[in-house]
């Protein structure tokens, strides 16, 4: 069949695919050639910095772009020098944090929802936002000029001051929880020697702001997907717990920056040492943001939208906005704890440890993305079956084994290779194990569910459609 007598598409969807695809999207001119002086200028700067390092003269400088810390150390040396209150070095290296934190986590809640739309676009084969701008990119700015748009509505009997505050209140949390995140080894904007408690601790108080917007909004659908969300957090935040008691354990430090150091000094990553720990952390951490596919406190087709059911405009957008901030905000502690932060075995003696920090953060973040794309939400009682009848009991198992571990590593006295290497294998072996032993004995039998549903097999299902083609 020529191409002009190809038949046509049948839905304006794959008309609209068929179109995208032909068209060509060259760049103009005078955008190459910025593009080409840009990539060039980056590979002198890259080679630069290079010479630079080989030859030690970056090493520890203020103007050492591999750790931003540097320059903060040689501001507060220089204050201290002069005489000035040792006040002042800290309030402006506290206010350059802050705008950086805010800067970072503000710009991504701006592009995150056209990246978000766009990627699960590509994974479900659609176009995504394509409309508005270049590729989409003006997308999120219309979406917010329309929200600011929208009439805020009160409900009558709401208390008004709870109704406010809550899309105020879940900024705050997700604003502390980057304190203790370590970006270089002089990097962080509070590298508390009880990281991981503050990061437990702040990681709670978001259930505050969810209960206050249920509960004040004086509607049933609301109240229903509070209790539910409070319900979730207050479940998985024991397997968060213990998963992260686990490495501390193994590292003897609740300092993230120790954290981190340990892993680059072993040169392993806690991921290899915890499996079950990580996952554990990333399918809790998935609860505690109400992010696919455990978002049961926002199930659309059971209690309309959750905890914010009632707020219209720039509210519900906060609510909103404060998910994709928190996904990242997940990504960089799973990217800390189980990926060797800013460390990437000796390579971050060549490239600033921000940038690997930021790839790792990324590549988690896209793996929440793949995980929206792709499952299905749990039912309610799935999703708090799995907590407490599944990952406590074998996180707590896992805690008393990783005891044992980490005493025997530092009583031993045996090299590192060997007592590492050792756990990695109890741990993997205990992880498939034991996850096997305990899914048998709480019930779960995948031998019986292996066969497909009757009806699958004469109504739908491959052996149809086999049918279908032969009659065809």
Not at 417 to 422: A, D, E, K, P, Q
């Amino acid at each position: 069949m020529s191409r002009a007598e190809a038949p046509r598409p049948a839905t304006p969807m794959a008309r609209q695919i068929l179109e995208h695809h032909s068209r060509a999207r060259a760049l103009p001119g005078e955008a190459r050639f910025v593009l080409a002086v840009l990539t060039l200028g980056a590979i002198v700067s890259g080679i630069g910095i290079g010479f630079l390092v080989v030859t030690g003269q970056l090493d520890g400088r203020w103007y050492d772009i591999r750790d931003l810390g540097n320059a903060t150390a040689h501001f507060r040396g220089w204050t201290q020098a002069q005489g000035i209150h040792s006040s002042v070095p800290y309030l402006v290296t506290g206010l350059l944090g802050g705008i950086a934190i805010l800067s970072l986590v503000g710009g991504w809640l701006v592009i995150g929802v056209w990246a978000e739309r766009r990627l699960i676009a590509k994974f479900q084969i659609r176009q995504g936002p394509n409309r508005v701008g270049p590729f989409g990119l003006l997308q999120p700015l219309a979406d917010a000029v329309k929200l600011l748009q929208k009439e805020v509505l009160i409900p009558l009997g709401a208390d008004k001051l709870l109704f406010f505050l809550p899309p105020i209140l879940i900024f705050i949390p997700a604003m502390l929880g980057w304190g203790p995140v370590p970006w270089a080894p002089k990097m962080s904007y509070a590298d508390l020697n009880v990281g991981v408690v503050y990061t437990i601790a702040i990681s709670s108080l978001g259930v505050l702001a969810v209960f206050l917007a249920g509960w004040s909004s004086n509607n049933h659908y609301a109240l229903l997907g509070a209790m539910r969300t409070v319900a979730m957090m207050v479940s998985y935040e024991i397997p968060i717990s213990i998963s992260l008691l686990a490495v501390v354990l193994f590292t003897g430090s609740l300092q993230l920056s120790d954290i981190v150091a340990w892993q680059a000094q072993h040169n392993v990553w806690m991921i290899v040492l915890l499996p079950f720990g990580a996952f554990t952390f990333l399918f809790a951490s998935t609860a505690e943001i109400n992010r696919t596919p455990n978002d049961i406190g926002e199930a659309e087709s059971e209690i309309v939208a959750g905890f914010h059911t009632e707020y219209s405009g720039m509210k519900a957008g906060l609510f909103l906005a404060v998910e994709l901030g928190n996904a990242l905000l997940v990504g960089a502690m799973m990217s800390t704890f189980f990926f060797g932060g800013y460390s990437l075995f000796g390579l971050e003696m060549w490239l600033p440890g921000y940038l690997i920090m930021g790839v790792k953060t990324f590549l988690v973040y896209f793996g929440f993305v793949w995980l929206r794309a792709t499952l299905p939400r749990f039912r309610l009682d799935q999703l708090m079956a799995f907590a407490w009848k599944f990952l406590i009991p074998l996180s707590i198992v896992q805690l008393l084994f990783v005891a044992v571990e980490s005493m025997l590593i530092v009583q031993s006295g045996l090299p590192g290779i060997v007592t590492i290497g050792g756990s990695i294998i109890a741990n993997a072996v205990l992880t498939f194990v034991g996850v096997r032993a305990w899914a048998n004995a709480i019930g779960y039998s995948p031998k019986e569910m292996a066969s497909p549903p009757i009806m699958t097999n004469g109504v739908g299902g491959l052996r149809a459609a086999e049918q279908i083609r032969a009659v065809s």
